[in-house]
């Protein structure tokens, strides 16, 4: 009896306080409003992987996104505006991408959101930030589908939701510009194709395959990793064995590293070239000098050699952040910086307030807003690609990745 | 075909690894039942022990030198978060219906991941690790065996074997055995059961920081995800010997790499089969054949048919 009584006083008071502590948090969200005095808040969503194996890369965006609302705030540079970021975390698995955005929609004061890192995370985010109307910038996303429809490839480009935008060019430009380098100027004739299953790697290594077929290479092999794993030796031993002078990976850094650290080990000197998913340092700490040689392609222009990029680059270190900016530093901190110059020309519109629609005015805004930002010239065309076509290939050379080549891609 | 020897010989230093990992898996089941989900941690803690010794060291000392004392210090680090974990998560749960500890477990998993992912220095991509240096070995024409799979071929059976002749013919090692067979009465025969399963833990933990040495010095790199692939497999390699058996917790392991390896290289050569094999395909083929086992003789393959005690 004394045991039933005590379980149930402690069930009642539980639930009380979790009650309690949901009105809490309401609450304190108006209470936040009126606290701003004459400044109304606008939140910045970011969704990006910030824990787990990607998570260098995730902080580096979650980072530059709040680079990006400091400075503006600081040169109060939308007046009446205080810029906020909500960063939440998606583990770079789709479900939680999903989970975010109905989060960061429900979110009234978020008028834009940055993210996600994962093509295959931001398939299923896309639909919840259309139905609300609400602007999503992705600084990372490269497969085309997302922006152009699923018959990209067959020439039918339709754009399916008119709230995702980009500021990296996508897997189009990237998987043609790799297969051009590797064959004309690398002089590699016969590659072994090996992807990570996943949207984006797939979907590069694809496009990968059918330029470097049609520019008169040989694809000789193909195989499949799956991502977490680390042991590959078997399939590296299958592209020794293969005869390949050459290897392309589409996928990310945890398992390109150790794929084409493992590929050397057997024995096999060829060089591993593959997309912006590999541009990263911890690809080469697997294995120091043994990865000179490899390639990989990156979007925009390298950013320690544009001028806007010397100031970002100052104004990161200066801030403090734990983490570096990683790849996508950079065109996170534009595709943050587009949502402020969108917020800006609606306010500017509407007597320096904010209207009751502002989302879906903001979402128009987007697709006209033009401006120099750290990668370059960030705009957006019909489809909400990016008008900045501009890839590097980058060469591992003494333990560092060095860019070799950089161009503007013309289709 | 011709490709066959470095096959087997990739997938025996696979199946090592998940051997050595694997004995941690079945002296905990064998003494007390329980399945330590965060087994594949405290592998990953050792690495990390490992390589922070490493770190203290001065560098450009020999790695004759080096790896033993890596193994100490990895071993050290694993086995005192397994102690620990024994003495804080499992011990107050010794009498609790068989799902708590098992939870506890899994969740212990989770904490010890993110504690190292966030406190230890730049934990959050992969860290390098000492390698190797120098070819690999020819065997013979169409096999190349390289430093670290070398390194482990020989450890893990030279582990295997001190670690039978502590359990056949030492006191202790006795000890554990009547603790296995029957905890009361090993009490009443006057058997510290608590020391005993400590041990166990330890033992396990001490493998595991072996191994662990062996994998980093394989891929040169750690990090602090790799316990859970390498646990959830060392795990189902256990199963496969026959949980509670220490000889099937090697042998289920060698199975298992051999299956994974041949898979990535052969089933695509079976006519028919092109679109089941290579890498995508290697984990479905290893667990059908765990499966297919365990229909035919589900107390794996070395394991003993033991009526479940009251």
Redesign the interface.
């Known amino acids: 009896m004394r045991h039933r009584s005590l379980i149930i006083l402690t069930t009642v008071l539980t639930t009380g306080a979790l009650t309690l502590t949901a009105c809490g948090s309401r609450d304190d969200n108006s209470k936040g409003n009126s606290d701003s005095d004459s400044k109304t808040t606008v939140v910045i969503g970011v969704d990006a992987p910030l824990t787990g194996s990607l998570s260098a890369l995730g902080q580096g965006i979650k980072n530059s996104v709040d680079l990006a609302a400091r400075t503006a705030n600081k040169n109060n540079e939308v007046p009446g505006i205080e810029f906020k970021i909500e960063a939440l975390d998606d583990q770079a698995v789709p479900a939680s991408g999903q989970a975010n955005a109905t989060k960061l929609v429900g979110n009234k004061e978020v008028l834009g959101a940055v993210g996600p890192l994962n093509s295959g995370v931001a398939q299923s985010m896309q639909g919840v930030f259309e139905k609300a109307d609400l602007t999503q910038v992705s600084p990372a996303n490269t497969n085309p589908s997302l922006s152009q429809g699923d018959n990209w490839g067959k020439g039918d480009s339709k754009r399916v939701f008119k709230t995702y935008f980009r500021t990296c060019a996508t897997d189009v430009v990237q998987g043609k510009f790799a297969a051009q380098y590797l064959y004309n100027k690398a002089k590699k004739k016969q590659v072994f194709v090996v992807d990570d299953k996943q949207t984006y790697g797939a979907g590069l290594a694809a496009i990968f395959s059918a330029e470097f077929k049609r520019l008169g290479g040989k694809v000789v092999g193909t195989d499949h990793v799956t991502v977490k794993e680390t042991d590959f030796s078997s399939t590296a031993d299958k592209v020794k064995s293969s005869g390949a002078d050459s290897v392309y990976y589409g996928g990310q850094y945890p398992e390109g590293g150790l794929l084409s650290d493992q590929i050397k080990k057997t024995g096999a000197k060829i060089p591993t070239m593959g997309g912006d998913g590999i541009y990263d340092p911890a690809f080469i700490s697997a294995s120091g000098e043994a990865n000179d040689g490899d390639f990989a392609t990156s979007v925009g222009y390298p950013v320690e050699a544009l001028p806007t990029a010397k100031q970002f680059i100052k104004d990161y270190n200066a801030a403090g952040y734990k983490d570096p900016f990683a790849a996508y530093g950079g065109y996170s901190y534009d595709a943050g910086w587009a949502i402020i110059q969108a917020v800006k020309a609606v306010v500017a519109d509407n007597d320096g307030k904010l209207p009751a629609d502002a989302r879906a005015q903001v979402t128009e805004a987007m697709a006209k807003v033009s401006f120099d930002g750290v990668t370059g010239k960030v705009s957006f065309d019909e489809f909400g690609d990016t008008t900045n076509k501009q890839l590097t290939v980058y060469q591992v050379q003494k333990g560092a990745w060095k860019d070799v080549e950089s161009a503007t891609f013309e289709d | 075909m011709n ?1 066959l020897p ?2 087997l010989a ?2 025996l ?2 199946g090592a690894l998940y051997g050595l990992i694997a004995i941690g898996y079945t002296m905990v089941y064998g003494i007390v039942q329980l399945i330590n989900f965060a087994h594949g941690e405290i592998f990953m803690i050792g690495g990390f022990g490992a390589l922070t010794t490493y770190l203290v060291l001065p560098s450009g000392t020999s790695l004759m030198v080096v790896i033993p004392l890596m193994i100490i210090g990895g071993a050290l680090a694993s086995v005192a978060v397994a102690t620990a974990a024994e003495r804080f998560a499992y011990r107050p749960l010794r009498g609790a219906p068989r799902l708590a500890p098992l939870i506890t477990a899994i969740g212990l998993s989770i904490v010890l991941q ?1 504690l190292v ?1 966030g406190f230890y220095p730049e934990a ?5 690790f000492p ?1 190797f240096q120098g070819e ?1 070995f020819k065997i013979l024409d169409n096999l ?1 065996l ?1 430093r670290a799979d070398a390194f482990i071929l020989v450890l893990a059976p030279l582990c295997m074997l001190a670690l039978g002749l502590f359990v056949a013919k030492s006191r202790s090692g006795r000890a554990m055995q009547a603790t296995a067979q029957d905890p009361d009465t090993a009490k009443l025969m006057g058997i510290n059961t608590d020391r005993i399963i400590v041990m166990a833990f330890a033992i396990g933990a001490a493998f595991a920081a072996v191994a662990s040495v062996a ?1 980093g010095l394989d ?3 750690i ?1 602090f ?2 316990g ?3 646990g959830l497999k060392a795990f189902t390699a256990a199963v496969l010997g026959g949980i509670g058996n220490i000889y099937g917790a090697m042998v289920g392991g060698i199975v298992l790499g051999l299956a ?2 041949l898979s ?2 052969y089933i695509e050569e079976i006519p028919g089969m092109q679109q089941l094999g ?3 395909w ?2 479905v083929w290893a667990f059908v054949l765990l499966i297919v086992v365990l229909l035919v003789r589900p107390q794996g393959l070395l394991g003993e048919r033991v009526a479940d005690r009251a």
């Open positions: 490709e470095q096959q990739n997938g230093a696979l993110q992912w959050k991509k992969p860290r390098s390698e690999s190349y390289q994998y891929k040169g790199q990090n995800e790799m859970f692939i390498l994974e390896a990535i290289a290579g890498g995508a290697a984990n």
